[in-house]
């Protein structure tokens, strides 16, 4: 990597292809869900170690709850497992990790293994790895838009008092906007991933599949967005 490289400060990574890099190599679906989670692991501490920022990750859409019941109940394991042990090393490596989406349906194991993580790494100061986990887009717009009307219900605020830094502040995160989106396996769709904090986002598709998107294929994505000429609409 090119040491004169711009660091983009927000990326957005949706994980895709986990499902098909398993059946290519004649494993199943929940071996392709641990492979994506293991680079996930990998990339994080590459993006840390960049100084990257901010790098949300489409982990679980609320429309994931229509998959098979198995594959379900596989990822959330996986998601337990991850956040008590195999991400200890993101603790280590200074990575403060924050969540977004409802909690409503997730089950009590999910949600204690996400407060815990989310409590032992608070004070750290590395990238902020910002996981989606039954997050919709348009959910969280809902949700802000529901935030925000209560707000003015109870004389907190006044309409004028409504502009882009309120509504920042009511999503589920307060983060810096997206500068990088990247979507892995060759969709070319963002799948109700972010679109408010993708506004002025540039976009990056690959056919590679997301438990092969490593270092060398992130750099691939990062030449590209250097390439790129932002003007923000001016
Ligand atoms: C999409 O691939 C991927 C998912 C629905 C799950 C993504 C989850 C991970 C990468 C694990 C993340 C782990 C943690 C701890 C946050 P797909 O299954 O739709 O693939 P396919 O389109 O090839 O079938």
Request: proline residues 2%; neutral net charge; contains cysteine.
């Amino acid at each position: 990597m090119n040491e004169n490289m711009k660091i983009p400060q927000h990326i957005g990574i949706i994980m895709d292809g986990n499902g098909r890099w398993a059946t290519r190599r004649g494993l199943t679906r929940s071996e392709g869900h641990r492979a994506g989670a293991d680079n996930l692991k990998s990339l994080c501490l590459y993006l840390n170690k960049l100084g990257v920022k901010y790098l949300s990750v489409y982990a679980f859409s609320t429309e994931n709850f229509k998959r098979e019941k198995k594959e379900v109940d596989y990822l959330m394991n996986l998601f337990v497992s991850m956040f008590k042990k195999e991400f200890n090393v993101l603790m280590d490596n200074n990575v403060k990790v924050l969540f977004s989406g409802r909690k409503e349906p997730l089950n009590k194991k999910v949600l204690v293994a996400m407060d815990e993580i989310k409590e032992a790494t608070k004070n750290n100061t590395g990238c902020c790895l910002n996981i989606c986990l039954n997050y919709g887009g348009q959910s969280e717009i809902v949700d802000m838009t529901k935030k925000i009307c209560a707000l003015y219900k109870e004389n907190v605020i006044e309409l004028e008092d409504i502009d882009v830094t309120l509504i920042n502040k009511n999503l589920y995160q307060d983060l810096p906007p997206l500068d990088l989106v990247i979507r892995t396996s060759g969709e070319l769709r963002l799948s109700n991933f972010m679109m408010y904090q993708a506004s002025y986002a540039e976009f990056y598709f690959t056919d590679t599949l997301f438990p092969d998107f490593n270092e060398r294929e992130f750099d691939k994505a990062l030449e590209a967005f250097n390439k790129r000429n932002r003007t923000f609409g001016g």
